[in-house]
């Protein structure tokens, strides 16, 4: 049996915020113990006693029935005490509002929720043809979408493994044309682009661009992206790409001060 590492008082409590920050991403579906141990690299003995301290505190709690790990009503009750300072969706209208008068297109902000993106944003364009996109409260396997495949583009390759496996069945199901296969290819062009896009992969008429912005840790948090028929998008690529790369550091500094 593998015994758990002495630790400093700072280095538990290091350890034990990555592992509420993995309990945290995971939060709708929820994360077992062993993948908390393969995340973080520490002992399963550590692993189990931080997580018994985080219980303890109510900032993680687990599911009787599946052994899951969510985030508790602490960490609940902690995250509306500071809603009223960091406001993200203020934050996120805000900047919707910017490049969306900016392009004239559709303008989105999603932010990530384990292996999914939710749209917690939306701001119309002013050119008159509209084309059916994401919606206020969407919520999106990684990889499905502009703005989603940002996010899934910004994470190490291991963990997009895991995040295409994870995501797998339902992607079968709800996105056939989006293989595990086809979603990697498409993370290794934006990576080569420097952004992400979504050639009307999952509404035909509809095209969208999408760059990912990140915490204080470097940690992809959601994705800002813009959405238009193929005609606007297309052709405008690379000046869409670079309104919304002028943005994200606006953005992050608004965020994470």
């Known amino acids: 049996m593998t015994k758990p590492e002495p630790t400093s008082g700072a280095q538990s409590?290091?350890?034990?915020?990555?592992?509420?920050?993995?309990?945290a991403a995971n939060a709708q579906s929820g994360i077992r113990l062993s993948?908390?141990?393969?995340?973080?690299?520490?002992?399963?003995?550590?692993?189990h006693r931080m997580l018994g301290a985080l219980v303890g505190e109510g900032l993680v709690e687990q599911d009787a029935d599946t052994d899951l790990y969510h985030l508790g009503r602490e960490a609940w009750l902690m995250g509306l005490a500071a809603q009223g300072r960091f406001g993200m969706e203020t934050v996120a209208a805000a900047t919707l509002a910017r490049i969306s008068a900016q392009s004239g297109d559709i303008a989105l902000f999603l932010v990530?929720?384990?292996?999914?993106?939710?749209?917690?944003?939306?701001?119309?364009?002013?050119?008159?043809?509209?084309?059916?996109?994401?919606?206020?409260?969407?919520?999106?396997?990684?990889?499905?979408?502009?703005?989603?495949?940002a996010i899934l583009s910004a994470c190490p390759d291991d963990e997009i493994d895991w995040i295409l496996d994870s995501n797998s069945a339902e992607l079968a199901r709800d996105h056939p044309r989006l293989t595990p296969a086809l979603l990697r290819e498409m993370v290794a062009q934006a990576r080569v682009r420097g952004y992400a896009l979504n050639p009307g992969l999952v509404y035909p008429e509809s095209w969208g661009?999408?760059?990912?912005?990140?915490?204080?840790?470097?940690?992809?948090?959601?994705?800002?992206?813009?959405?238009?028929?193929?005609?606007?998008?297309?052709?405008?690529?690379?000046?869409?790409?670079?309104?919304?790369?002028?943005?994200?550091p606006r953005l992050e500094a608004r965020l994470y001060r």
């Open 13 to 23: 409590l290091h350890r034990a915020v990555a592992i509420l920050r993995l309990v």
């Open 35 to 47: 993948e908390l141990c393969k995340r973080t690299g520490l002992a399963r003995t550590t692993v």
């Open 112 to 149: 990530r929720s384990g292996t999914h993106a939710v749209c917690i944003a939306r701001e119309e364009g002013s050119y008159p043809v509209r084309t059916h996109t994401a919606q206020v409260g969407g919520r999106y396997p990684l990889g499905v979408g502009g703005g989603s495949l």
């Open 209 to 248: 661009l999408g760059l990912p912005f990140h915490d204080r840790q470097g940690m992809v948090r959601g994705a800002i992206m813009l959405a238009g028929v193929p005609a606007r998008i297309e052709p405008r690529a690379a000046e869409v790409a670079q309104l919304l790369r002028d943005e994200v």
